[in-house]
């Protein structure tokens, strides 16, 4: 079974700051994984995906991700947090094209002028 | 190219009636796939479905659930004699087949409230 823990369902950050959000994953095969975004009241909305190939991910308005097997860790980081990044973020594990998704609980991201 | 098309965007409901919540997926996009968000919970797999054909309903609850996705038509998930804890936002993703086909597009969601 797959398994998605994010650390801290809220962060805190000021604009400019560096924006960092953990997602670790458990799964008995090499997963696809990926980041989702959902601003209130929305739908989920892509933000970047890891399926093989190069380890560092990057997706849509300046984020980007590390996937690290040793560690089982996808973290989402931006260099610099701006007011619209304001959302819940969603991590998200898949064991093969046609599968289920499984999610992380989210972290909510607050920025802060 | 129309992204993934849910109706309605909010739905209210006595307990007791039933709800019906539409999906349209993506143009070429031929895999259809239902989650439920439960507030102050995260999202849940509830079914996943082809043309005609249930793939995976291991996440639908077993009684008053019901999916279906006809050769014609949108995408229909069916929920008979709603319950308070019905209430939650329903989504639905589209996944194209062939090299694309392990990225879900998602709906803006339909938000039952159950009274």
């Known amino acids: 079974a797959q398994s998605v823990t994010q650390l801290g369902s809220h962060v805190s950050v000021s604009e400019g700051a560096l924006v960092l959000l953990r997602c670790n994953y458990s799964s008995s095969v090499p997963p696809y994984l990926f980041w989702y975004v959902q601003y209130p009241n929305q739908g989920l909305q892509l933000l970047l995906k890891y399926t093989t190939g190069a380890t560092l991910v990057k997706g849509i308005n300046g984020f980007e991700a590390e996937f690290k097997k040793s560690e089982t860790s996808f973290h989402l980081t931006k260099p610099s947090a701006h007011m619209s990044d304001a959302a819940e973020y969603f991590c998200?594990?898949?064991?093969?094209?046609?599968?289920?998704?499984?999610f992380g609980g989210g972290t909510r991201v607050l920025v802060k002028p | 190219n129309a992204g993934v098309m849910q109706n309605p965007r909010h739905l209210v409901r006595r307990r007791g009636q039933e709800a019906r919540l539409r999906c349209s997926p993506m143009k070429g996009h031929s895999h259809v796939y239902w989650y439920r968000q439960l507030p102050e919970e995260g999202l849940k797999f509830m079914v996943y479905?082809?043309?005609?054909?249930?793939?995976?309903e291991s996440g639908m609850p077993k009684e008053r659930f019901s999916a279906e996705f006809p050769k014609e038509g949108p995408s229909i998930l069916r929920i008979q004699q709603v319950v308070r804890g019905d209430s939650a936002a329903y989504f639905c993703a589209s996944s194209p087949p062939g090299r694309d086909s392990d990225t879900q597009y998602f709906g803006p969601g339909t938000r039952l409230t159950v009274l």
């Open positions: 998200a594990v898949i064991k093969a094209a046609g599968n289920k998704l499984t």
């Open positions: 479905l082809q043309k005609e054909n249930i793939i995976d």
